[in-house]
């Protein structure tokens, strides 16, 4: 089945702009409720979490009114991270998962994730199965077999506990002045009451959220605000998290932020020196650095590429037995304590790494040197296809030919956007510049 609801992560748009409405949100709860629904009987739920975006409430809603329409009871979280939608879910014996967010975009986007009953994302299959049965309609159910709604005031207690049970027996972050960006989204409460109950000094910033200031200037997109505080405070570690917390991005003590591939980096060194790397491989995804791959395959460690999106990710992963993946852009997975993305908890490893060896951040942030990287995105009208152009694919080969042995291309669509990604790594800055430039004018002028 083909999808076109559907994108990398979801279903994702403006927030009351196709196929971001209400109506469609109402519809796409009953056709979830109806495919979790089949081939049993006996009493059905869905656990439903979101962020701090104002266009949350609307679509909780309508969700909520699809969901009950079908005869499925509703558990909702209020504002919990991601990750908390995939744990509470197989916790609280839910059929699935919805996490409303739309992760690090603007405050006027918003999505919906879905998670099955194991806590995991759905699959491409899944989803477009779902998808068929939005344009279908689906019967909704007897009156008197109407699903109920509940609040759930706990869930990001529930989560709290799981994730501080993440560290070690006995160990504190006493001594540790942490910085948190909360992004003034769905961790903004949890993520400071975390570090503080772990006994870490908390400076907590991006934690006053108002519905429309979500990841405005904060967060794993913007540290610059965390690394300026962390130099202003003294502080020991910043993490910065995106809108819904699936993300971090580490600030050293210098004010130096480390992204994805420098935390996992740490973390399959780490845990292959302890013996508990899955196969001797990390699962990351075609964005990672050059310089990851090489710093892998010098401890004797390998490096598992997938498509963009940590739900790709975590497919790897689990088809292959590994425990360790994630993004450059933050997406850590760790399946040995959660089923997708947490910053939090990749940050709270990231701190107990340091209380475990005394190092300083700056000291366990910088694994690698990368290769230099260019990432330019260029956005396209709508009904366009730029890379279906001539002109641009014969500008690829001769880019892919300027770059063979010497370094890689990546060329893309945004599965969120009407953008595609140009991504190039050489050792040589000026054909770097070059080779990204040039493609970038021509996919422009051909979108």
Known sequence: MTRSLFGTD?????????????????????????????GSGGVHRVVIGKDTRLS???????????????????????????????????SMRADAGVMISASHNPHQDNGIKFFGPDGFKLGDDAEAEIEAMVASGVDPARPANIGRAKRVDDGRFRYAERVKATLPQGQSLNGLKIVIDCANGAAHRVAPEILWELGAEVVAIGNAPDGRNINEGCGSTRPEACAARVIAEGADLGICLDGDADRVMIVDETGQVADGDQVMALFARRWAEEGRLAGGTLVATVMSNLGLERFLEGHDLRLERTAVGDRYVVEAMRAGGFNLGGEQSGHIVMTDHATTGDGLLAGLQFASAMVATGKRASELARQFDRVPQKLENVRFAAGSDPLSSPAVKAEIEAAEKRLAGAGRLLIRKSGTEPLVRVMAEAEDQDILNEVVGTLVERISAEG
């Not at 196929?19 to 056709?31: D, F, I, V």
């Not at 309508?62 to 079908?70: E, L, R, Y």
């Open 56 to 90: 949350g409430y609307m679509f909780e809603t309508a969700m909520t009114a699809g969901f009950t329409s079908v005869g499925m009871n509703v558990l909702l979280l209020g504002p919990v991270p991601t990750p908390a939608v995939g744990m509470l879910t197989p």
């Open 10 to 38: 979801g279903v994702r748009g403006t927030a009351n702009t196709h196929p971001m409405t209400a109506e469609l949100a109402m519809r796409l709860g009953a056709a979830a409720g109806r495919y979790f629904r089949r």
